[in-house]
């Protein structure tokens, strides 16, 4: 796996419409990036898993991969939803 890129989830704090915006469009990233994670992970237990463990090993190493891929993005997102937080101070 390589580096993940966070750049396109910074937020641009030197306007404060657009600093909404992208927060907005942050959060329904993550929204989508979360369902797809629940998705994935939902076929690796039960019933499903039992499918699963019968991939050839290439196949659950690329999909664990993606999953890992999607987790490491939301992670991302939501540091910097946080630093963001952090950094516009307390709120009156």
Do not use: Y
């Not at 992208?22 to 499903?48: D, F, K, V, Y």
């Not at 190493?61 to 992670?75: C, G, H, P, Q, Y």
């Amino acid at each position: 796996m390589g580096a993940l890129d966070t750049s396109k989830f910074s937020v641009d704090q030197t306007k404060p419409n657009d600093d909404r915006q992208n927060i907005e469009r942050i959060q329904l990233e993550m929204g989508n990036a979360i369902a797809q994670a629940q998705a994935l992970s939902a076929m690796t237990w039960g019933e499903p898993g039992e499918v699963f463990r019968s991939q050839s090993d290439a196949i659950q190493e690329n999909f664990m991969w993606t999953l890992n891929s999607l987790i490491d993005r939301i992670a991302a997102m939501h540091r910097n939803l946080e630093e963001r937080a952090i950094n516009s101070g307390p709120t009156s």
